[in-house]
């Protein structure tokens, strides 16, 4: 054994949507791994919208430091920045929300 634990957060469709309880759960599942953490999806723009949207929510990044940091791991150019020829600026409509509180430790 190799000392892994397998956690499943599926991510997409109408069942799994993309929304806020999917990075607070991935949160939760970091908060309690004692060591490094291997984050996958088959393409790498699941895992990678999820590890930036965190790093905006919980890690205290910038929306602009997180997404560049997404940018090296697997978020490609949006579709409409290739048919637009030219970069898109993503821009959040408000402060992003605080993190829930932490649940106590047993």
């Given at each position: 054994r190799l000392g892994m634990e397998y956690v499943t957060i599926p991510i997409g469709g109408a069942e799994y949507p993309y929304?806020?309880?999917t990075v607070e759960r991935f949160a939760q599942v970091l908060e309690r791994q004692p060591g490094p953490v291997l984050l996958h999806c088959r393409?790498?723009?699941r895992a990678s919208y999820l590890w930036t949207a965190y790093l905006v929510r919980y890690g205290g990044s910038s929306l602009?430091?997180?997404v560049a940091r997404g940018k090296t791991i697997g978020i490609g150019p949006d579709p409409l920045e290739l048919l637009l020829g030219q970069p898109l600026?993503?821009?959040?409509?408000?402060?992003?929300?605080?993190?829930?509180?932490?649940?106590?430790?047993?």
């Open positions: 929304a806020p309880p393409t790498g723009g602009d430091a997180a600026k993503l821009v959040l409509a408000g402060p992003p929300p605080a993190p829930p509180t932490p649940m106590p430790r047993p």
